[in-house]
């Protein structure tokens, strides 16, 4: 059942409800309960502020997963980036990086202490920078999943072309398949199915979790983020869980292609390969990561200005690693809501608009809290 327009009309969610209902009967009958993951940082929010969780039957629980790229981004990253606003380096950077904390202070902290830290809407605004300021080292903090990657590389690319020699990335990209395996590997959860990603699918196309739901016998299905794409993918994962299926659908065919963006891909390849990488609560995770080539290394930030990313201290107290794997809802760390808000985030989980945490306190703490 798809819907091409109308996504959030009330009379198709309440058919669609009551189809869901239906299903989480059958999987009650056979004495299951399921476990689905939500793979986005936009459909956390999008879940959250429409009150998707009320959809769903006792016999299902929907958790959230490590789909915020700021979250999932090591400590350690940020000291990196604070150690090079130190030395005067100008730092361009998206501006949900500004107030996650590092192991001792955040960016807002540097740039409030005149360091040259500069929000950026777009990666060619960083490499507007260098062009403006020749004289100055700019490095751009290159955080993301394959959806950010293209429009970065699309950058460095001119910066090439242009002969741009004041300009280098700080990366931390990630990339989401590997991430699922580790997830449905963990032996201390259970995962039963994925609600895949619609921004990341764009890219990397329905096929890239082929070999992942097939080996691993998990349903995957791909949704859009308004309020009926959601819901249509989470009544398609439950149908495939009670027929004891386990395949990749696309239910956001008007973005998402088998194939992805083929052109995208290839920019990417161009200037990136896979490696290790560390990822806040999962750990090390091997070829999750994408790294500049090294015969790009003079636009590689660690490598040009000798700074090393090492694993830095997480928050006292703060549980965000345990909330992007899913073991923890956000109202089960005790830093929720009091001492960790939006207004003092502890946790990188409360700091970016797609974190579980900003999401919760939003719409399931604040409204709730207005409404009484």
């Keep these: 059942m798809k819907y091409v327009d109308g996504f959030k009309r009330p009379e198709a969610a309440a058919a669609l409800r009551e189809q869901i209902i239906t299903l989480g009967d059958a999987l009650g009958r056979a004495g299951k309960r399921a476990t689905i993951m939500e793979v986005c ?3 956390t929010m ?3 502020r429409y009150g998707l969780r009320e959809f769903l039957p006792p016999s299902v629980e929907l958790v959230s997963g490590p789909g915020c790229p700021v979250c999932v981004t090591e400590t350690g990253y940020i000291d990196a980036a604070v150690q090079l606003a130190r030395r005067g380096v100008m730092i361009a950077t998206f501006g949900d990086l500004l107030n996650v904390p590092g192991s001792q202070t955040t960016l807002a902290e540097c740039r409030a202490a005149h360091a040259d830290i500069s929000v950026c809407y777009s990666p060619l605004e960083a490499l507007g920078l260098a062009l403006k300021h020749p004289h100055r080292e700019v490095v751009f903090l290159a955080v993301g999943f394959e959806t950010t990657m293209a429009p970065v590389v699309a950058a460095l690319d001119l910066a090439i072309r242009k ?3 004041n300009f280098s990335l700080l990366t931390a990209f990630k990339l989401v398949p590997p991430a699922l395996r580790v997830l449905r590997d ?3 959860m259970r995962i039963d199915a994925f609600l895949c990603p619609g921004h990341v699918s764009a890219i990397i196309g329905s096929q890239a979790y082929a070999e992942f739901a097939g080996r691993h016998g998990v349903p ?4 859009g983020f308004e309020p009926l794409d959601i819901i249509l993918g989470l ?4 149908q495939q ?3 004891r299926e386990a395949r990749v659908e696309n239910q956001y065919g008007r973005v998402v292609k088998p194939q992805g963006n083929p052109k995208a891909q290839a920019f990417i390849d161009k200037y990136l390969y896979p490696v290790d990488a560390r990822w806040r609560g999962l750990g090390l995770v091997p070829q999750s990561g994408m790294a500049l080539r090294p015969e790009h290394g003079h636009f590689d930030a660690e490598r040009r200005l000798n700074v090393v990313v090492e694993p830095g201290q997480e928050p006292p107290g703060c549980l965000c690693g345990e909330v992007v794997k899913g073991k923890i809802r956000p109202p089960a760390c005790s830093l929720f809501g009091s001492v960790c808000n939006p207004d003092h985030p502890i946790g990188p989980c409360m700091v970016s608009y797609e974190g579980t945490c900003a999401a919760y306190y939003k719409y399931l703490v604040t409204e709730r809290s207005q409404h009484a």
């Excluded at 009544?235 to 439950?238: L, P, Q, R, V």
């Design 220 to 223: 995957c299905v791909i949704a």
């Design 163 to 165: 002969g741009v020699r």
């Design 241 to 243: 869980l009670v027929r």
């Design 235 to 238: 009544t398609a994962i439950i």
């Design 186 to 188: 963990d032996p201390t």
């Design 46 to 48: 999008a879940i959250a």
């Design 41 to 43: 940082g936009t459909h």
